[in-house]
């Protein structure tokens, strides 16, 4: 079962809801930096609700430097073993179609601001 905040990614700020690999892949080719939000079990995680009223924050502080999708079970086990990053809730950053890295679990707000502007400088997959 989804979580309300998770819920409101999608029905309240429009993001996708990517439930499989080729809408996933069409998405994360598209051209920028983009933010896979991977919740895991919210039942299980107390952590997810916190990422879901993170990541809203966090994509305004970097003035919607990226965008951000919602990852659905069916392709959850697959992106989190394509890009390492193994815990959830997660956000796996893409730049291009190419998987750049991730944070896992909930973070101090000063680690998303260290690490966040790695992954916007990262370069693209074309240049």
């Not at 690999?21 to 069409?26: K, L, T, V």
């Not at 933010?35 to 952590?47: C, I, Q």
Request: proline letters at 7%.
């Amino acid at each position: 079962m989804t979580h309300p905040l998770v819920t409101r990614l999608t029905t309240e700020l429009g993001w996708p809801a990517l439930d499989d690999i080729g809408s996933f892949d069409a998405w994360a080719a598209s051209p920028g930096v983009h933010v896979a939000f991977v919740p895991g079990d919210a039942a299980r995680n107390l952590e997810t609700p916190d990422v879901a009223i993170i990541l809203p924050e966090l994509r305004m502080t970097f003035q919607n430097a990226f965008d951000c999708a919602v990852i659905g079970d069916a392709i959850e086990a697959t992106l989190r073993e394509d890009s390492g990053v193994l815990k959830t809730p997660a956000l796996i950053f893409y730049h291009d179609g190419i998987c750049l890295g991730g944070i896992a679990r909930v973070r101090d707000w000063d680690d998303y601001m260290a690490r966040i502007p790695r992954f916007l400088s990262a370069p693209a997959a074309a240049e």
